[in-house]
């Protein structure tokens, strides 16, 4: 009776053998560190490891051992297939298992199903900023036109991943040669493409560069454009140019702008707004459960809720282009937005923006707090106040 138990388990384990034996294999070279990265040719000591998207240099952290990673990465897959992993589960796990071909063919994919996440974006820009694609033998006087001419080719993840490592080859242009820069106009032609990749990452090459005469449309396009991931990127770069400035116009849009552009200038001040950030979503976080004609006080500060919104609030009038540390016209330029006037004015909103408010906090805490909107400005009077620098 054992042997055909025996037989019966060996004939259930053959399909099992015959497929993992058929897996083309997929060499993963493992670090020191527990670092994995897919690699060419990689061997135990090396410090530079050839990945299929450029060469990833590990001076203090060398390879200690190359596996196979075939059977993982079926392993995920079928988790996948399965319904157990969801796109963002599955980009997590082949980021952590190194598996860059397998990551960037499901960004790929994940991106044309659902054009409107940002996260794809972000985790192969994680490893874009490691990897360098370059020729090792290419002059440094050439590097950034030769990675730029790539970014332009369309090929959607391999964008992606250059857009990191261009930002950090280019240099502010009022200190740059001129190889070291992108110019002007071919950053504004590349902020005007169909292909939302290269918006971000003219902006990103836009806010490196300290391009101040491109800080009116990298605010606009903030709000405005159609690719969460072009406006982060343009959010980034208004940030990166004149973080005060951003920071007022964002505050003022969530404060009184349109309704259209309000959620989305409340998630750029919790992506990219810092700590007065955080201080303008809380005020306006004050006004939730207010009514038209409101006035109150909170955090010592007068806050008044009115009907009507402002049309105009994404527009940029009077903006003095020779005035760098100037926000708008009609600012103090050593005060906040939040602090403008004898009191603080907020349009009445709706759940909805409630909702956006709270995911716009827990972007900027870096961690999905579960707070509520009490909560929230619980903890601000508890322990924000009195603790900005």
């Known amino acids: 009776m054992a042997m055909p138990a025996a037989?019966?388990?060996?004939s259930l384990l053959c399909p099992a053998l015959q497929t993992a034996a058929q897996l083309a294999p997929v060499p993963?070279?493992?670090?020191?560190?527990?670092?994995?990265?897919?690699?060419?040719?990689?061997?135990?000591?090396?410090?530079?490891?050839?990945t299929p998207?450029?060469?990833?240099?590990?001076?203090?952290?060398?390879?200690?051992s190359v596996i196979d990673g075939a059977a993982q990465l079926e392993q995920l897959l079928a988790l996948h297939r399965a319904g157990t992993l969801d796109d963002h589960g599955l980009a997590q796990d082949l980021s952590t298992a190194g598996q860059l071909s397998a990551l960037v063919e499901h960004a790929t994919?994940?991106?044309?199903?659902?054009?409107?996440?940002?996260?794809?974006?972000?985790?192969?820009?994680?490893?874009g900023e490691r990897i360098d694609p370059a020729p090792r033998e290419l002059a440094r006087e050439?590097?950034?036109?030769?990675?730029?001419?790539?970014?332009?080719?369309?090929?959607?993840?391999?964008?992606?991943?250059?857009?990191?490592?261009?930002?950090?080859?280019?240099?502010?242009?009022?200190?740059?040669?001129?190889?070291?820069?992108?110019?002007?106009?071919t950053l504004r032609k590349a902020l005007r493409s169909r292909d939302p990749q290269l918006r971000r990452i003219a902006a990103f090459v836009a806010g490196k560069q300290q391009e101040f005469s491109l800080r009116a449309p990298l605010l606009l396009a903030s709000l405005t454009d159609v690719s969460p991931a072009a406006r982060d990127g343009a959010a980034l770069a208004a940030q990166s140019v004149q973080p005060k400035a951003a920071r007022d116009y964002w505050s003022r849009v969530l404060a009184n702008g349109a309704p259209t552009l309000r959620g989305q200038a409340a998630l750029d001040l919790g992506r990219h707004g810092g700590r007065e950030g955080m201080r303008a979503l809380v005020h306006v976080l004050a006004a939730w459960d207010k009514s038209s004609g409101d006035r109150?006080?909170?955090?010592?500060?007068?806050?008044?809720v009115v009907s009507n919104y402002d049309s105009n609030a994404h527009d940029q009038p009077g903006y003095d282009v020779n005035h760098l540390d100037r926000a708008f016209s009609s600012a103090d330029p050593t005060r906040e937005y939040v602090d403008l006037g004898s009191r603080f004015k907020v349009?009445?909103?709706?759940?909805?923006?409630l909702k956006v408010l709270l995911e716009a906090l827990d972007l900027w805490a870096e961690e999905p707090t579960g707070r509520d909107a009490v909560q929230w400005l619980d903890w601000y009077l508890n322990e924000a106040v009195g603790q900005r620098p």
């Open 7 to 10: 037989l019966a388990l060996i």
């Open 28 to 50: 993963i070279a493992v670090t020191e560190s527990g670092l994995r990265v897919e690699s060419r040719d990689a061997a135990v000591g090396d410090r530079r490891v050839a």
């Open 53 to 64: 998207f450029g060469e990833l240099s590990l001076p203090l952290d060398p390879v200690a």
């Open 109 to 127: 994919h994940w991106t044309l199903r659902d054009p409107q996440s940002v996260e794809p974006y972000l985790i192969l820009e994680a490893w």
């Open 142 to 185: 050439k590097r950034v036109d030769w990675l730029w001419e790539r970014a332009l080719e369309r090929d959607w993840a391999k964008a992606v991943l250059i857009g990191p490592r261009l930002r950090a080859e280019v240099s502010a242009a009022y200190q740059a040669r001129s190889e070291q820069t992108i110019s002007i106009s």
């Open 296 to 304: 109150f006080e909170f955090a010592a500060r007068d806050i008044f």
């Open 347 to 353: 349009t009445r909103y709706d759940e909805s923006l």
